[in-house]
């Protein structure tokens, strides 16, 4: 093969890989996960559900955004809790400078300031005893907390029990997984559709749980197999504004 010949085919195939990294960032970038608004008086209650008592691994990953200025109280964005407490629940700090990951009676708090009311995308990686938090793919605190073993009754988003510590804001993209996710494949796949050609290609597409969704006009969690329920909060929103949601090109 001739040193020109080589150049051609070098030059070839620095295109071709061009085009294929420009079409994976607009494939990612054309995806909005369904965007729900709670206003603090709305939420959605599930009865609860074998899938969601994994107790040593677990990944639980969501976009959100805090839409308050003052709150005497600290807002659930998610729970899954039975008369004896929390197996697990998330939660944000009134003043809106951390998010907080409940277990039993273990509380700890992740510092970050959400008070921007942007969305920003948060993640959750329990391993055995230990909690690492990531925020927009940063690592933000390493928790001495994990999953709590106890009996549920109900699962809920953007309230801790259906009715006590209502969200005000967005929430969008909620995942839940019954693995530990590398970290680069949460920051790989978060704006991809998990349903779509590319997102079926996830690594550990087989221990989704189930993920947040929009049919009829209404918020619903599905699991892998079926949906938990047709109750959800409204107005719903099927697809956010491009300066709400960040792209993975702009990463």
């Not at 993640?123 to 994990?146: C, H, K, N, Q, Y």
């Not at 009829?216 to 047709?230: A, C, D, I, W, Y």
């Amino acid at each position: 093969m001739n040193k020109k010949y080589s150049r051609i085919k070098l030059i070839q195939l620095v295109i071709a890989a061009i085009f294929i990294v420009q079409a994976n960032l607009g494939l990612a970038a054309s995806y909005r996960p369904p965007l729900a608004k709670f206003t603090g008086i709305d939420s959605v209650t599930y009865p609860d559900d074998i899938s969601l008592e994994f107790k040593r691994f677990a990944t639980i990953e969501f976009w959100v955004a805090a839409s308050w200025n003052k709150l005497d109280y600290d807002p659930a964005i998610l729970s899954y809790l039975g008369d004896q407490g929390a197996r697990f629940a998330v939660l944000m700090q009134a003043d809106r400078k951390g998010i907080g990951f409940m277990a039993g009676q273990k509380w700890a708090v992740a510092p970050f300031d959400f008070s921007d009311g942007k969305l920003h995308h948060v993640a959750f990686i329990v391993i055995d005893s230990r909690t690492t938090v990531f925020v927009d793919s940063e690592i933000i605190a390493i928790m001495p907390i994990s999953i709590a073993d106890l009996p549920s009754r109900d699962f809920n988003i953007g309230s801790f029990n259906g009715r006590d510590a209502q969200f005000i804001g967005s929430l969008a993209g909620l995942r839940i997984w019954d693995t530990a996710l590398d970290p680069d494949d949460i920051a790989a796949y978060r704006l991809i559709d998990l349903k779509s050609e590319e997102g079926l290609k996830h690594p550990e597409i087989d221990s989704l749980v189930g993920t947040s969704a929009v049919e009829n006009g209404k918020l619903v969690f599905v699991l892998t197999e079926e949906p938990l329920s047709l109750n959800s909060p409204e107005p719903v929103i099927d697809a956010v504004d491009v300066d709400d949601m960040p792209t993975e090109s702009a990463r």
